[in-house]
């Protein structure tokens, strides 16, 4: 009678099993596969899901975006190194070619480090050279302003011309910055009107791009007499005035000397 009842007692133990076993696989797939799962904690809603789905589909496109800009901006280096421009069905997202992008940097790199080098030299050569200062025997002189202007980029020189640019309204007098003689009046399509006026000690002021003369070969002027009128002449497009000084033969910046 004991061996019955303990061998029921395994039967029970075996079903009771097998029972517990049936019942989690019913309790899974019941809330695996139905609306019961989004109840547990920690498991995404519909809304996290969706979501999290924009988000991938966002950073998808931001990937592509970068992807389009890295491909322009390696066109850009093609043609500053005097390469062809790869056309856009060239195109590879998300693909790199690591080796040929190398080569491409140290191409930049050499020749921003040729670049660098001759602004470098540049710039020392300005520092090289100094201020230009005041020549001892002009400081005293009592210049007049031709007009009251504005003053241009400043002292240039180049060619057989070394001046300052004047801009004013068209139609403004100019006048003479030093008592003296004119010595030539002359017009030419590429400058215009052009005086030049002799003074004491070694000293010539010569007016370029004027539009009109009133004073003539001969004549004696003082300083501050009008001597013409500015205008759009020469190769200049708006109404100037080039004032030049020049002490014994050699140029001289007017700006060191008169307040425009």
Avoid at 107 to 132: G, K, M, N, W
Wanted: hydrophobic share 40%; charged share 25%; with cysteine.
């Amino acid at each position: 009678m004991a061996k019955k009842e303990r061998k029921f007692d395994r039967h029970q133990l075996f079903s009771f099993a097998v029972f517990g076993l049936v019942m989690m696989l019913l309790t899974y797939l019941l809330i695996a596969h139905t609306p019961l799962r989004r109840t547990i904690p920690g498991y995404p809603s519909q809304e996290t899901q969706r979501a999290a789905l924009d988000n991938y589909r966002k950073i998808d496109s931001l990937e592509k975006v970068v992807d389009l800009w890295a491909f322009q901006v390696t066109n850009i280096q093609r043609v500053l190194t005097g390469r062809e421009a790869l056309p856009l069905d060239s195109l590879r997202l998300a693909t790199v070619d690591t080796e040929r992008d190398a080569e491409e940097m140290r191409v930049l790199e050499h020749s921003d480090s040729l670049l660098r080098a001759q602004v470098e030299l540049i710039d020392a050569a300005r520092e090289a050279q100094p201020e230009p200062e005041r020549i001892e025997a002009l400081k005293n002189i009592p210049f007049k302003r031709p007009f009251k202007a504005t003053l241009g980029e400043g002292f240039r020189q180049g060619g057989s011309h070394a001046y300052v640019e004047l801009t004013a309204p068209s139609g403004t007098t100019f006048a003479a910055i030093l008592d003296g003689i004119i010595v030539s009046a002359d017009w030419s399509e590429l400058e215009g009107c052009t005086l030049r006026m002799q003074h004491e000690g070694d000293l010539v002021s010569i007016y370029r791009h004027a539009g009109k003369l009133t004073k003539s070969v001969g004549e004696q002027v003082k300083a501050g007499t009008t001597l013409g009128v500015i205008g759009d002449t020469g190769e200049l497009s708006n109404a100037h005035l080039l004032l030049e000084i020049r002490y014994k033969n050699q140029p001289v910046d007017p700006a060191l000397y008169i307040t425009f």
